[in-house]
T-cell receptor, first 115, second 113 residues
Framework: GAGVSQSPSNKVTEKGKDVELRCDPI?????LYWYRQSLGQGLEFLIY????????KSGLPSDRFSAERTGGSVSTLTIQRTQQEDSAVYLC?????????????FGPGTRLTVT | AQRVTQPEKLLSVFKGAPVELKCNYS??????LFWYVQYSRQRLQLLLR??SRESIKGFTADLNKGETSFHLKKPFAQEEDSAMYYC???????????????FGKGTHLIIQP
């Protein structure tokens, strides 16, 4: 079956531009997670969705970051006015339910480069 | 706040030698711990979780609450074990459940022929 997919796989953007990253979770998975993987910070949890709801947005690095999920499926992570420190690989994962014991299935990531 | 520490950024061993990847954690309550692995050019995937008490690809990990450790071990390393290994535990959410995962910084395991 299809795994988690993300698009685009690579994105190069100029500082100050907005970018939108997309995640398609595994069908039927109610929980969806966004992470950021960078050289200096390792893997950093950003936000999760239980259905279409994101109960806690405190993990987002700044108010330039926002995320939404519609129809209990596709999610988009939007970064406004990108900065060079936003350069990283953005990973999406999904799991059957949102409780911690469930395995998270990761997508291939979107590599974002801000020039 | 919970924290996961993997003290070794890089670990290089010879094929056939034993491997131990260290993981220490801080967490209030009973933790659920995981090891995730990322092979070259592949996506991050679950290797094993402590509640399953299983051995995957010859790897085992025992939760030691006294030492707050969850070290990953394999008695005889193989070249295909070369990868990045991440120890992780669930973040405690405000609603009492778990949000995402808190990951350690990862250990790059290199198995030399």
């Amino acid at each position: 079956g299809a795994g988690v997919s993300q698009s685009p796989s690579n994105k190069v953007t100029e500082k100050g531009k907005d970018v939108e990253l997309r995640c398609d979770p595994i069908s039927g998975h109610t929980a969806l997670y966004w992470y950021r993987q960078s050289l200096g910070q390792g893997l950093e949890f950003l936000i999760y969705f239980q259905g279409n709801s994101a109960p806690d947005k405190s993990g987002l690095p700044s108010d330039r970051f926002s995320a939404e999920r519609t129809g209990g499926s596709v999610s988009t992570l939007t970064i406004q006015r990108t900065q060079q420190e936003d350069s990283a690989v953005y990973l999406c994962a999904s799991s059957l339910e949102w409780r911690g014991a469930y395995e998270q299935y990761f997508g291939p990531g979107t590599r974002l480069t801000v020039t | 706040a919970q924290r996961v520490t993997q003290p070794e950024k890089l670990l290089s061993v010879f094929k056939g030698a034993p491997v131990e990847l260290k993981c220490n954690y801080s967490y209030s309550g009973s933790p659920e711990l995981f090891w995730y692995v990322q092979y070259s050019r592949q996506r991050l995937q679950l290797l094993l979780r402590h509640i399953s008490r299983e051995s995957i690809k010859g790897f085992t990990a025992d939760l030691n609450k006294g030492e707050t450790s969850f070290h990953l071990k394999k008695p005889f390393a193989q070249e295909e074990d070369s990868a990045m290994y991440y120890c992780a535990l669930p973040e405690k959410g405000s609603g009492g459940g778990a949000d995402g995962l808190t990951f350690g910084k990862g250990t790059h395991l290199i198995i030399q022929p």
